[in-house]
């Protein structure tokens, strides 16, 4: 059995994001919380007061399904309806690169079982991303296919 209890509520965040948020991560040091909407945007407050420290609006070009920060908390990746992966600048939710492709091989190369980004910040995939993790440089996604994705970010 697990319990939880509520010790100390912060504000309502009642209209932290105009959808549906189906992710949201802690960043390591505890100091930020990054949230991921329906709405397309993502955004990254404060742990402490709930402030917004920052915000990307239509940082995908359908829902935000998944997001988490690096080890480091230096990036946050982001996993979208609309087949993408991208890697974000945690601070400043700037696109750390972005290259564009109708299909993953343009942009990606495979290794084994592992596909490699090519110089890049964003990933395609033949359906859409509900989730993913992270423990840098590699990533892994779910996709609503069923398929999972296993990737390692080439710096």
């Given at each position: ?43 990254v407050w404060d742990a402490a007061t709930l402030d ?19 080890p480091d908390g230096s990036k946050i990746v982001s ?52 989730s993913v993790a992270v423990h840098w440089p590699r ?17």
């Open positions: 059995m697990i319990a939880a209890t509520v010790i100390n509520l912060k504000s309502e965040k009642t209209n932290a994001h105009s959808s549906y948020i189906p992710s949201v991560a802690i960043s390591p040091d505890g100091k930020a919380i990054v949230s991921g909407s329906h709405d397309e945007t993502i955004k917004l420290k920052t915000e990307k609006a239509n940082a995908h070009s359908n829902n935000v399904s998944s997001v988490q920060f690096s996993g979208s309806w609309d087949k993408t992966i991208k890697v974000w600048d945690a601070e400043s939710l700037m696109m750390v690169e972005e290259r564009w492709g109708d299909k993953s091989e343009e942009v990606a190369e495979r290794d084994g079982a592992t596909l490699r980004l090519k110089e890049g910040g964003a990933f395609y995939a033949p359906s859409p991303l509900v990533l892994v996604a779910g996709a609503q296919s069923g398929e999972l994705y296993d990737l390692e970010v080439q710096e």
